[in-house]
């Protein structure tokens, strides 16, 4: 791999968005409207809309295949979408899973045994046309695929594979979420305090978070350190870095060091006194929510637009080790309060307590969805038309690295 293009390929990683699994209902009586928009970066086809070009403005797409779309993870030129959440596959002969690429959504049919996928999280590796995608089930079984270079598929070797493999390290352990970084994966598991989060593949960086030490690789999942007697309930991963959300509302980070400062081989807490619900990676920075819906940011000085630097606000005095933290909020959402986060390679997207989607950062095509590739230092509104008036309309959106999605659901009123 040259040089050029593998430093475009880190700038082209996904964002996670929390990681948040689908609501899985057994009986789903609501009808609903599903609409989905895209826009950004589409010479790859990632945005779905046929053609092979950047899109700077929203794109509503007419497809099929997404009229029961519940969530989408988006990679650096890729993006998969889970459909249909409470059907039961049947051997994978009903479209459960859609890979996106070349401007066309495909059926991922891995071979199964039955059981519900229930969430897809993935990213882009090494090369732009490289992948790793992981996917578990109802039963806690986690399957990876894609290029395993670096050992982040977890198989205890460093080979690559084109379907879908079950990772035996977890086979009597029950998966709740999966991330997938730029060269490594994490993995949390459901009740399993002390044990929780696990993590492998690329640790150069101390982004896996096993030993204080720095570690070049693994290719089996090991525990990561410094999270004994913390309850974990979300994490993610982008690039060479990690993160981890404890059920106080604590953010754990560990990897490679924000804003040039050293790296860090161990989880260390983010020492604000405020209690975060959400939090997203991005390539140089991460965003977090508060409770009360406000949205602070570390990290994100490599444009110098993704926050503005006249108006840092430290939480809390740093000092000593905490010198590397420099949480500010957000500006220019005073009285807004925000209800999720997404982030790309170099920008941020939130939605809002009023289903409006506002964006901002780096807008070199289009990825901002405000017409223009200009960066932008505050969030501004994206246009998506007047239908979020209704109050029955929820909204949510997701950001690769240089295009972002957006889906609505609109509850029909019920016919009985």
């Not at 089930?137 to 894609?146: A, E, I, K, M, N």
């Amino acid at each position: 791999m040259v040089a050029p293009l593998m430093e475009e390929t880190e700038k082209g990683k996904s964002a996670l968005i929390n990681n948040a699994k689908p609501k899985i209902e057994e009986e789903e009586e609501e009808q609903q409207v599903v609409k989905v928009w895209s826009w950004g970066a589409g010479t790859d086809g990632q945005l779905g809309t046929g053609r092979l070009h950047d899109e700077l403005s929203p794109q509503l797409l007419n497809l099929s295949s997404l009229s029961s779309v519940s969530m989408l993870a988006c990679g650096g030129a890729h993006v998969l979408a889970l459909t249909s959440p409470s059907s039961v596959i049947d051997q994978f002969h009903r479209r459960e899973s859609v890979f996106m690429g070349e401007g066309q959504f495909w059926s991922v049919r891995p071979r199964g045994d039955g059981r519900r996928l229930v969430s897809i999280i993935f990213s882009l590796l090494f090369a732009l046309v490289a992948q790793s995608a992981s996917f578990y089930w109802d039963s806690g079984c986690l399957f990876t695929c894609g290029d395993g270079t670096f050992g982040q598929l977890g198989h205890g070797d460093y080979r690559s594979h084109c379907s879908p493999v079950k990772v035996s390290s977890f086979v009597n352990k029950n998966v709740d979420q999966i991330a997938c970084g730029m060269r490594h994966s994490l993995v949390l598991l459901k009740d399993c305090l002390g044990n929780q989060v696990y993590g492998f593949g690329s640790g150069k960086r101390g982004q896996l978070g096993v030993s204080k030490d720095r570690i070049r690789s693994v290719s089996l999942p090991q525990v990561t350190i410094g999270l004994h007697d913390i309850e974990i309930v979300g994490i993610s991963a982008n690039g060479d870095r990690s993160a981890a959300l404890s059920a106080e509302g604590h953010l754990y980070t560990w990897g490679r060091g924000f804003n040039s400062t050293s790296d860090v081989n161990c989880p260390q807490s983010l020492p604000s006194s405020l209690s975060f619900s959400q939090a997203a990676l991005g390539w140089n920075h991460v965003l977090v929510l508060t409770g009360d819906g406000e949205v602070f940011m570390l990290g994100g000085s490599h444009h110098g637009m993704l926050s503005d630097p006249e108006r840092v606000s430290s939480t809390r005095p740093l000092s000593g080790n905490a010198s590397r933290f420099a949480l500010e909020k957000v500006s220019n959402l005073d009285g807004v309060k925000v209800i999720q986060i997404a982030a790309g390679a170099e920008h941020s997207a939130v939605v809002t307590e009023n289903r409006a989607i506002m964006t901002w950062g780096w807008g070199e095509h289009g990825q901002l969805g405000l017409g223009n590739t200009c960066d932008q230092i505050h969030p501004k509104v994206v246009n998506l038309g007047d239908e979020f008036q209704n109050r029955d309309t929820q909204l949510e959106v997701f950001c690769g690295s240089g295009f972002t999605y957006a889906i609505s659901r609109h509850c029909l009123p019920s016919q009985t």
